[in-house]
């Protein structure tokens, strides 16, 4: 059974609407990480978090804001959706630092900002 | 900030013949390093890491380091159909503290 789970796998939004990708995780891992893929791009870090009620800024934080209620869950919201955050989002989890620990990805989650 | 580039964008190669991927990085003092695989429509998968000069197996994938070049190297033995996928590498340096950063990939084809 997966460890990391998202939703929804898949989004259309508006310009301007409101989103909220939702991540959960068993592994029992301290800290969660919220990606973004895109063509050329490779994956490219937001928000990241390594404790409950806590989050940082990844490389690209702007437009983007990140929740962290409990060990097991990790939200990243758009406020006021852009075509430019048309993207695949993906959240992992690790059981230390991000800068040592393996990552453990969900499947990802397609998001369509029209 | 870290520049992590991989070579080449995509490769075809044939069922049973080696594949050999590349990733460069910039920061010299990187010491953590891992190969994924992502296949279409899915998330990520740690195929190897490695944290040292010289190879590491995993299976029939194999990492090799070369920090002085700053190149880190996957091999893959006797690829199949299914190993059909993007291979991204992650590279970060534990005493600077930096977390991993992506490649953009490598989008292996095996036919048969």
């Known amino acids: 059974e997966a460890a990391v789970t998202q939703s929804p796998r898949s989004k259309v939004a508006v310009t301007g609407g409101k989103v909220t990708l939702s991540c959960h995780q068993t592994?029992?891992?301290?800290?969660m990480y919220w990606y973004r893929q895109d063509t050329g791009h490779g994956l490219r870090l937001i928000h990241y978090?390594?404790?409950?009620?806590?989050?940082e800024k990844g490389d690209i934080p702007d437009g983007y804001k990140a929740s962290r209620p409990s060990q097991e869950n990790f939200s990243l919201i758009l406020e006021l959706a852009s075509l430019s955050q048309t993207a695949v989002y993906f959240c992992?989890?690790?059981?230390?630092?991000?800068?040592?620990?393996?990552?453990?990805f969900g499947e990802g989650s397609k998001l369509t900002v029209l | 900030q870290q520049k992590v580039q991989q070579s080449p964008e995509s490769l075809t190669v044939s069922e049973g013949a080696m594949a050999s991927l590349n990733c460069t990085f910039s920061?010299?003092?990187?010491?953590?390093f891992r190969w994924y695989r992502q296949h279409s429509g899915k998330g990520l998968e740690v195929l190897v890491s490695?944290?040292?000069?010289g190879e590491k197996e995993e299976g029939s994938f194999t990492a090799h380091l070369n920090r002085a070049s700053l190149h880190v190297f996957l091999h893959i033995r006797e690829p199949q159909p299914s190993d059909s996928a993007l291979y991204l590498c992650?590279?970060?340096?534990?005493?600077?503290?930096?977390?991993?950063?992506f490649g953009t990939g490598t989008k292996l084809q095996v036919v048969p």
């Open positions: 920061d010299r003092s990187s010491d953590n």
């Open positions: 978090s390594y404790v409950a009620d806590s989050t």
């Open positions: 490695i944290f040292s000069d």
């Open positions: 992650a590279v970060s340096a534990v005493l600077s503290g930096t977390y991993q950063r």
């Open positions: 592994n029992n891992h301290d800290y």
């Open positions: 992992a989890s690790s059981d230390s630092g991000g800068d040592t620990g393996q990552l453990y």
